[in-house]
């Protein structure tokens, strides 16, 4: 018996030290499981940290170069990379950006693409993550204007003197600037006197310059003939907008119904669609009209403006033979500095270039009729930039979309 208790005894401690040992074993390998749970789980929020910094500093760049078009400087390692550092202290990723290009669909919707890698750590190994954002773009090269301006002169009689001479230096002044737009002339009487095709260039210049010189007045008035001269032109050419100035002293010998019926009939009745979205296969027309001195202010009022538009203050202007020249080139700075139609909606970032210009005193935005018209003010003097070929509208507007790649 003595001995069986004996047996016993060191049997249970036999077993107590193995017991110990397995739990000692499970213990450890408890440990290690801990262990590796804890690595895995400090590499899974390094990964969703590093995934919501790329995620917010592509989003923040999108943003950026939406308000400020400055895309070199923005598409850039450095503002990346101080854009990661002001979310986290805890992070230290590589950041490369490239601009992809513009993509423009079938209605010419554009955007641009730019790629975000961002190169990291976590505490595996290296790795990286890539997303692309997309912006809004539309761009205005300013120095591809596909319009055309027609110029209808009146040399009737009346025009004799200080007029005739005020009217030859404007149109002088307007050929010599070497302006990147195809034009015309009509000299007028009470029949067309001489035209010059639709056009530009030196050749071009030299030609209109003597047909402008060269004639002198005489004569009676006629406002269809030379309207229906410009029509001829506009059918046989393929622009995308025309504007129609017409320059008067006088009233039209045939009268004012008759003039208001012909443009009536040939400008104010096409489709309002081609002076919202003008092509040169559905040009919009538009007519501007001067009058000088004791021009007939009611017959030239009733033939400005085109199918949307025939607003009297922006279409039809009178002043005296010597503002003929300042009135001819604010005319023409209404024509030239504008763009549309435009695509872009809601609050528009308009730039040129790079510099961001003020709604309502660089530009006034028409939603109505999605055209912008541009202004001179200081410091950025829009207009002249345009008119000198120095200037390239760039629209943004909207968010940028963020689109995950691997």
Same mark, same amino acid.
């Given at each position: 018996m003595e001995q069986d208790t =004996? !047996?016993?005894?060191? =049997?249970?401690q036999k077993n107590k030290g193995f017991a110990a040992l397995t739990i000692i074993s499970l213990a450890a390998v408890m440990s290690l499981i801990s262990f590796i749970v @804890?690595? !895995?789980g400090r590499i899974s929020l390094n990964v969703m940290e590093e995934k919501q910094i790329l995620d917010s500093c592509s989003i923040d760049l999108g943003t950026s170069i939406i308000k400020t078009n400055k895309v070199d400087? @923005? /598409?850039?390692v450095r503002f990346l990379n101080e854009c990661a550092t002001t979310l &986290?202290?805890?992070?230290n990723p590589n950041f490369q950006c490239v601009d992809l290009g513009l993509e423009c669909d079938l209605n010419n919707v554009c955007e641009r693409n730019f790629g975000i890698t961002s190169s990291y750590n976590p505490g595996r190994g290296n790795t990286s993550k890539f997303v692309t954002i997309t912006v809004p773009e539309e761009v205005h090269d300013v120095n591809l204007i596909d319009a055309a301006v027609i110029m209808l002169l009146d040399y009737s009689g009346s025009m004799s003197g200080n007029r005739i001479v005020q009217l030859k230096d404007s149109v002088r002044q307007f050929i010599n600037s070497d302006f990147n737009l195809s034009y015309s002339v009509i000299l007028y009487n009470s029949d067309v006197i001489v035209y010059s095709d639709i056009g530009k260039g030196q050749q071009h210049k030299q030609s209109v310059n003597s047909m402008v010189t060269n004639n002198n007045p005489s004569g009676g008035t006629s406002f269809i003939k030379p309207l229906d001269k410009a029509i001829q032109q506009i059918a046989q050419t393929d622009y995308e907008a025309y504007y129609v100035l017409l320059i008067s002293d006088g009233s039209p010998n045939e009268g004012i119904s008759a003039s208001q019926n012909f443009v009536q009939s040939n400008v104010m009745n096409i489709n309002d669609n081609s002076c919202i979205f003008s092509t040169n296969t559905s040009p919009c027309i538009t007519v501007y009209t001067l009058g000088v001195d004791n021009a007939d202010v009611n017959a030239l009022t009733s033939i400005s403006g085109n199918t949307?538009?025939? &607003?009297?203050n922006e279409f039809s202007f009178t002043v005296n033979a010597n503002q003929v020249s300042a009135a001819f080139n604010a005319i023409i700075a209404e024509i030239? /500095?504008?763009i549309g139609p435009v695509i872009a909606e809601g609050n528009l970032n308009v730039f040129n270039n790079t510099q961001v210009l003020e709604e309502g005193i660089d530009y006034l935005h028409d939603n109505l009729y999605k055209i912008?018209?541009?202004y001179d003010t200081e410091p950025f003097n829009i207009c002249t930039n345009m008119l000198n070929n120095n200037a390239q509208i760039t629209l943004r507007w909207g968010k940028p979309k963020l689109n995950v790649g691997q």
């Open positions: =004996l !047996y016993i005894s060191k =049997l249970a @804890i690595q !895995y400087e @923005i /598409c850039d &986290s202290e805890n992070v949307l538009n025939t &607003s009297p030239m /500095c504008r912008l018209k541009f």
